[in-house]
Nanobody, 124 residues
Framework: QVQLVESGGGLVQAGGSLRLSCAAS????????MGWFRQAPGKEREFVAT????????RYADSVKGRFTISRDNAKSTVYLQMNSLKPEDTAVYYC?????????????????WGQGTQVTVSS
């Protein structure tokens, strides 16, 4: 089992920045690819960013490319999502997730462990 706890969400004005953190406990964190997903009211949960277990590879949704950066610190069992130039359409509950796939994955069904989510609200 892997337990995931997100933090760092909040209310920010458009153009501002936030950094989300996701602390993992349980099984060896460095064995897992990690991802961030988000879900806005009335919408499906969607992929935001993913990072491979060994730091080397990342992938982003087109909607956040160039604005968001995913990173991880295996020594601290933590994954981060730095969000810059935030837009009102980034408003959602953000979830981190862990996957046992080789490499990384943008697909929800590849992730077996999920956090409880943290709310991000961007005002215009």
């Amino acid at each position: 089992q892997v337990q995931l706890v997100e933090s760092g969400g909040g209310l920010v004005q458009a153009g501002g920045s936030l950094r989300l953190s996701c602390a993992a406990s349980g099984r060896t964190f460095s064995n897992y690819a990690m991802g961030w997903f988000r879900q806005a009211p009335g919408k499906e949960r969607e992929f935001v960013a993913t990072i491979s277990w060994n730091y080397g590879s990342t992938r982003y949704a087109d909607s956040v490319k160039g604005r968001f950066t995913i990173s991880r610190d295996n020594a601290k069992s933590t994954v981060y999502l730095q969000m810059n130039s935030l837009k009102p359409e980034d408003t959602a509950v953000y979830y981190c997730a862990a996957s046992g796939v080789t490499g990384f994955s943008p697909y929800r069904h590849d992730y077996g462990y999920w956090g409880q989510g943290t709310q991000v609200t961007v005002s215009s």
